[in-house]
């Protein structure tokens, strides 16, 4: 018995006998060929795969960025609103000191005194538990971050030069943001 196709059994066909030696290479080649052909397709999806994490690095780097300077945009306006309102709360105090100034110069006026006294105090305990603590008093060094020196006056007997002399207005400050200026008199430098 022969096979079908005439070719005894295990005896190459024709078309087997027909295909050259290097028929085995050529399956290799394409094979090669193929292997290739997917390092290729692998390094263009890993070059579309680094270029996808970059971009994605970038925008989360950007997202960062802008939650950072919203996060300062919205504590700056917080520190905006806050010095609004103590703006009117800080010019009731300044009157308070006032009133105090005159009626010390007033005779028959304690009473009213003391009770301005306690109304200063009050306020000033209600700063102080916002973190609002009063700058610029008479002996004090005069710091340009704190005091604005609206005049000089020369250094003498009981008068140390670089402190301050005379408040207009005292300064105010929260932690150590300055929330007001103080505006005051300073002790001139020897030889100024």
């Not at 078309?15 to 027909?18: I, P």
């Not at 999806?45 to 579309?48: G, M, T, V, Y």
């Not at 250094?155 to 402190?163: C, L, N």
């Given at each position: 018995g022969g096979a079908p196709g005439g070719a005894p059994d295990g005896a190459p066909t024709d078309?087997?006998?027909?295909r050259p030696a290097g028929g085995v290479d050529t399956e290799a080649d394409i094979?090669?060929?193929?292997?290739?052909?997917?390092r290729e397709q692998h390094g263009a999806?890993?070059?579309?795969l680094d270029d996808a994490a970059d971009r994605v690095l970038r925008v989360r780097a950007e997202m960062e960025t802008m939650r950072r300077r919203l996060l300062g945009e919205v504590e700056q306006a917080r520190e905006q609103?806050?010095?609004?309102?103590?703006?009117?709360?800080?010019?009731?105090?300044?009157?308070?000191e006032r009133a105090l100034a005159v009626?010390?110069?007033?005779?028959?006026?304690?009473?009213?005194?003391?009770?301005?006294?306690?109304?200063k105090e009050n306020l000033e305990r209600q700063l102080a538990s916002l973190g609002i603590r009063r700058v610029g008093r008479v002996g004090e060094p005069f710091d340009p971050h704190l005091h604005e020196a609206l005049t000089t006056i020369p250094?003498?007997?009981?008068?140390?030069?670089?402190?301050i002399a005379e408040v207009f207005q005292p300064g105010f400050v929260q932690g150590e943001r300055l929330v007001r200026v103080a505006r005051v008199v300073v002790v001139a430098e020897r030889g100024n």
């Open positions: 078309a087997a006998a027909a094979l090669r060929g193929e292997l290739k052909r997917l999806l890993q070059q579309e609103g806050r010095d609004e309102v103590l703006a009117p709360v800080l010019a009731v105090y300044d009157d308070l009626a010390a110069e007033a005779e028959g006026s304690t009473g009213i005194v003391t009770g301005v006294e306690m109304v250094a003498g007997p009981g008068r140390e030069p670089g402190v």
